[in-house]
């Protein structure tokens, strides 16, 4: 059982707001804009540090450290493992999204080298970049899912067993795996998979939960049902996806009470 | 003959949307974020991928490779060469934006050594960059151009000779320059040169259309009418570029039949 | 006396829209796109530009270099140290963005580095590190600063007299010093706290007006107040600091003499 309720998520929220833990982001140029605002949004203090200069000294002052190589190359890769290496010395959550795993044999060999090397807290993708990480027959077209959700569930137990990481599964149905457990998070809105990113901004504020909600699959949960919840507050009325993107950080630093308790839309179990 | 209808553009955005071609973007840190988000709005798929040990791969996924290297660096240029090869290898249409040519001579020769090389599908520049790669007589200042595209069309005839591309010379009026023919497309709104990358997106879009239309410069005058149209619908009424910015987005996502018939100003010849 | 006046501020924003000098940004990943937007719609010309092989052309086409290493990594330090000696050879202003100097010990002694090497015309940035390039004490946590700007008042004299340069820390009230004057400019929105650099747009403004005025700490403060001022008109209403993020691009395209008057709030001495 996970056991995912409004209060757990408020009073995570709350002390998001109150402590603006440090999050720790090496990800890729193409969101570093809408990820940093979306922690901000939510109360976190987000930094982008990707030298292997400094990386061991980011992470120490950081509450989670977010790994997400959707544009990767060997420099940045290199940083990756470091930051990891020290996550998992100082015991900071480290959480990966492994964009576009299953696309290039570059991205699937980097991102299961680094699971192995240094098995992540969560690892959060969709389900084509789960599958291609828990199997050897890759189908990701790219970055964009080619598979529904529930496709990966058995891909994700099996990464789930080999990683001891939560695995979350992002897509209209979101699913969160953790050893024999699942929760699905019905949040959302279709219109989020048109907005560059999102599942980035999501893996970011798995780090943020994660950062004040010591048990990981409660943390991903959380953020996965506020991420749909603000993606909803987002597009009510929005005419399309560029109005959506602005308004999901006005929602995420808006978020309330009221909107936690109406929209939240969990279940445990299949 | 180019033969612009409105017909043809419904035809194609149609395809884009049906086929969800996947774009391979070698692009600037700028404009990442807007171009994939234009792509997503308009139908298409985007993804970004700059490594050498990946771009192969990549570009044999692809409808279509834009390679825009207005931050350019000796790693990205080396990938940029990969990928056009391996481009020019699977005849995957392949898009130069050339940023700022002219500015710098480390510009000029590498924007001219790669259409040397593999000479590309269609070259998308403002009249500035346009003249810089046909003569030796650079005048750019920065990315912005300091000439009226309609001064830079000998230039194009000149560049699409050499290199038996495709020109779009972009600015109040763009041009589509193809051997002895020319498009002029007056669609557009003045506002839109005050938002950064525009012409970025212009030929991410370039992209899309060339990945499901075979005739090069039917898709580029395609792409350049339908941005221009995009971009006359998110200037209405507003107040300033960063309202348009966010309104492009949606307007691509919504183009639909009467936008398009209501809009459309293209004319064959000069 | 730096002698701030809306007059003197009416003029130099004349002058940029009338010259649109090209502004030099070595920046970050994060806020590039912000930036080039809020330079373009302030009437200046941006250019991003970190290529070794090209930085020294760059320059000399510039009105201003902006150098903001938030997202470092050695090839880009060695960019901004050959940029930074052009600028000094041929007498262009040069404004740096310390970005989380004080988190690592890569940023405090990179920066103070550069601006030993090649002390620059204007440094700008928050109270957290201004104190940490001015002392062994660095408080820093991340890029967001620990302190109100006040507390680094003594730090900023101390660097002033170091290096020469305008400092200027901004916070809830930014404080311009220079030689034995401070001005306190108040004006801002505490919404713009949680929209991600927009210090880092404060730089690039200094950049703009440092490239139409010539007396910097009047640059400086001119570009400080100019910032607040959009951005107290960005946030009128503003349900987040999404809707804030654009509108602030909206502001600074509109801006004129009647927001200024209106507005200005500022106050030599302390």
Avoid at 78 to 89: D, Y
Avoid at 112 to 131: C, H, K, M, Q, Y
Avoid at 190 to 218: E, H, I, K
Wanted: one cysteine or more; aromatic letters at 4%.
């Amino acid at each position: 059982m996970i056991n995912i309720t409004a209060d757990g998520i408020l009073l995570s929220i709350e002390e998001i707001r109150a402590r603006s833990p440090l999050i720790h982001n090496i990800t890729n140029y193409v969101v570093m804009n809408t990820t940093a605002n979306a922690l901000l949004a939510l109360g976190a203090s987000p930094v982008m540090a990707h030298a292997e200069e400094e990386v061991r000294d980011m992470v120490a002052l950081a509450g989670a450290l977010v790994v997400n190589l959707g544009t990767l190359s060997p420099p940045w890769v290199k940083s990756a493992f470091i930051a990891a290496e020290e996550a998992a010395a100082l015991k900071v959550p480290f959480i990966i999204d492994p964009v576009g795993a299953g696309a290039t044999s570059y991205r699937t060999k980097t991102f299961r080298d680094l699971i192995n090397a240094f098995p992540p807290t969560v690892i959060r993708g969709n389900a084509s970049e789960i599958r291609a990480l828990s199997t050897d027959s890759a189908t990701t077209k790219g970055v964009d899912s080619t598979d529904p959700s529930y496709r990966a569930i058995d891909a994700a137990f099996r990464l789930a067993g080999l990683s001891g990481s939560v695995i979350c599964i992002s897509g209209e149905t979101d699913y969160v795996v953790h050893k024999t457990n699942v929760v699905q998070v019905r949040n959302g809105h279709p219109m989020m998979s048109r907005v560059t990113g999102l599942g980035c901004t999501a893996s970011a504020l798995c780090g943020a939960f994660a950062a004040v909600q010591p048990d990981a699959a409660r943390a991903v949960t959380e953020a996965m049902a506020v991420m749909g919840i603000a993606g909803e507050l987002a597009a009510k009325g929005a005419p399309g996806p560029g109005t959506l993107q602005f308004r999901l950080i006005d929602a995420l630093y808006r978020l309330g009470e009221s909107d936690i308790r109406k929209c939240l839309n969990v279940e445990e179990g299949l």
